[in-house]
Every structure is written in C-alpha cells, then in structure tokens.
Nanobody, 116 residues
Framework: VQLVESGGGLVQAGGSLRLSCAASGRTFSINSMAWYRQAPGKGREPVASITYGAGITNYADSVKGRFTISRDNAKNTMYLQMNSLKPEDTAVYYC??????????WGQGTQVTVSS
C-alpha cells in the first residue's frame, strides 16, 4: 500500500486546512486509517482514526470538535478537515493505514504550520 498526503501549508491561528491521503496498491486489505502528527522535539501522536467499513471515528481530546476525519472509499482517499487551528497544531501530519494482515503503512508526511 502506498500513501501520499497533501494539503499541508501555513495558516494563521483560527484558520482551516484540509489534508488528503490517497491510498494505492492493496487498498482492498485496509481495515482502518488514521492521522498522526509529530511536532518538533516530540514523539508521533495519534490525531484521528476511521474504520474503512463502518466509518467509525475516534479523535484525540486535543482536536475533538475542531477536526473531522472522513474517507471516500471509491477514491481510496482519507481526509482531515482541520478548523480553528492553533499554533500547537503545528506538526508534520502523517497518514497511516492498517491492513487485515496486521501490516501498517505510513505516508511521507505533510507539514502544517499555524502562526499566532
């Protein structure tokens, strides 16, 4: 499975961005997908996840009510709509996919920078 993120950039606090993650390859084996982020000097942390079938979502407390994860199975694409962005949301955002085999794949990451 190959994952390609897009949509990152520089935005002012309070602004919005939408990230996309396009999956290719053995997409029929994907069980769930997720967004993670890694801020400078910190470890990678989960942001939101979604199951590929039922579309069940889960969010980190820090983004609840501001971020929305979604997926378009027909396009094999996952999205992260980020509203009311804060400077502490600044990080490299990574797309992750879990397969039925237990294998996990990562995208290359996209930078999100929120200025105060």
């Amino acid at each position: 499975v190959q994952l390609v993120e897009s949509g990152g950039g520089l935005v002012q606090a309070g602004g919005s961005l939408r990230l996309s993650c396009a999956a290719s390859g053995r997409t029929f084996s994907i069980n769930s997908m997720a967004w993670y982020r890694q801020a400078p000097g910190k470890g990678r942390e989960p942001v939101a996840s979604i199951t590929y079938g039922a579309g069940i979502t889960n969010y980190a407390d820090s983004v609840k009510g501001r971020f929305t994860i979604s997926r378009d199975n027909a396009k094999n694409t996952m999205y992260l709509q980020m509203n009311s962005l804060k400077p502490e949301d600044t990080a490299v955002y990574y797309c992750n996919a879990w397969l039925a085999t237990g294998a996990s794949y990562w995208g290359q990451g996209t930078q999100v920078t929120v200025s105060s």
